[in-house]
């Protein structure tokens, strides 16, 4: 994990901001694989193994920064998140009546709400990749959604916060790439708040949900 990191500075000091490269592809595509190999190693469940392995590919699809890799890479990333959502709902320590309990409740209306507006909004930028992004976010709204189940004991309730990190990166890309004007001052922080709450997100999945509950 500390390799992982490491990447994932280098990434978010130097590159996250700069113009596709060899290199800035090699770095964000380790920095997530290290994870997943992380996983492994310590004997993670085979879902959140196969949804970090599909996240960094998606990481590499994105960095090449070309149409058809780019619509590829939302493939992957969509994949990543079915694992997640699936492997959370079969989590021990997953109790999916509680979704319909107070306050969780209330916060998954929430959720759905900003994910409609997001679709909408998305609909109306995103041109020719419309559908396959609107279609992208009730799957990223799912992901948050499963993790409102989990029961907040010890290391899962990492695995709580990383999904709203990961919800916060995938909102704030969809911002930059379809919304944000270029030029627009709020474009010079997205590629940091994106690469810090994503990475950040997929180090709380792996210790939220391969560290073992006490």
Same mark, same amino acid.
């Given at each position: 994990?500390? =390799?992982?990191? &490491?990447?994932?500075?280098?990434?978010?000091?130097?590159?996250?901001?700069?113009?596709?490269?060899?290199?800035?592809?090699?770095?964000?595509? +380790?920095?997530?694989?290290?994870?997943?190999?992380?996983? +492994?190693?310590?004997?993670?469940?085979?879902?959140?193994?196969?949804?970090?392995?599909?996240?960094?590919?998606?990481?590499?699809?994105?960095?090449?920064?070309?149409?058809?890799?780019?619509? +590829?890479?939302?493939?992957?990333?969509?994949?990543?998140?079915?694992?997640? &959502?699936? !492997?959370?709902?079969?989590?021990?320590?997953?109790?999916?009546?509680?979704?319909?309990? /107070?306050? &969780?409740?209330?916060? *998954? =209306? +929430?959720?759905?709400?900003?994910?409609?507006?997001?679709?909408?909004?998305?609909?109306?930028?995103?041109? /020719?990749?419309?559908?396959?992004?609107?279609?992208?976010?009730?799957?990223?709204?799912?992901?948050?959604?499963?993790?409102?189940?989990?029961?907040?004991? !010890?290391?899962?309730?990492?695995?709580?916060?990383?999904?709203?990190?990961?919800?916060?990166?995938?909102?704030?890309?969809?911002? /930059?790439?379809?919304?944000?004007?270029?030029?627009?001052? *709020?474009?010079?922080?997205?590629?940091?708040?994106?690469?810090?709450?994503?990475?950040?997100?997929?180090?709380?999945?792996?210790?939220?949900? =391969?560290?073992?509950?006490?």
């Amino acid at each position: 994990m500390v =390799a992982a990191a &490491i990447f994932a500075l280098i990434y978010w000091l130097w590159f996250c901001y700069k113009p596709a490269s060899t290199a800035k592809t090699v770095v964000k595509t +380790v920095s997530v694989a290290l994870l997943a190999l992380a996983s +492994v190693l310590v004997g993670g469940p085979w879902w959140l193994t196969a949804a970090l392995c599909a996240c960094a590919l998606g990481d590499y699809l994105l960095a090449l920064d070309r149409g058809k890799a780019f619509l +590829v890479g939302v493939g992957a990333f969509a994949l990543g998140h079915l694992f997640y &959502i699936g !492997g959370i709902l079969s989590f021990p320590l997953s109790v999916p009546a509680q979704l319909g309990t /107070e306050p &969780i409740v209330w916060i *998954v =209306a +929430v959720l759905i709400c900003l994910a409609i507006v997001m679709a909408v909004v998305l609909f109306r930028h995103a041109g /020719e990749m419309r559908f396959a992004v609107v279609c992208y976010v009730p799957v990223i709204a799912g992901l948050g959604v499963s993790a409102l189940s989990l029961a907040p004991q !010890g290391p899962v309730v990492f695995a709580l916060f990383g999904a709203m990190c990961f919800l916060t990166s995938d909102f704030v890309l969809a911002l /930059e790439m379809f919304v944000l004007r270029v030029g627009n001052v *709020v474009r010079k922080a997205t590629p940091f708040v994106i690469w810090g709450t994503y990475w950040s997100a997929q180090l709380l999945l792996l210790l939220g949900l =391969a560290l073992p509950v006490k």
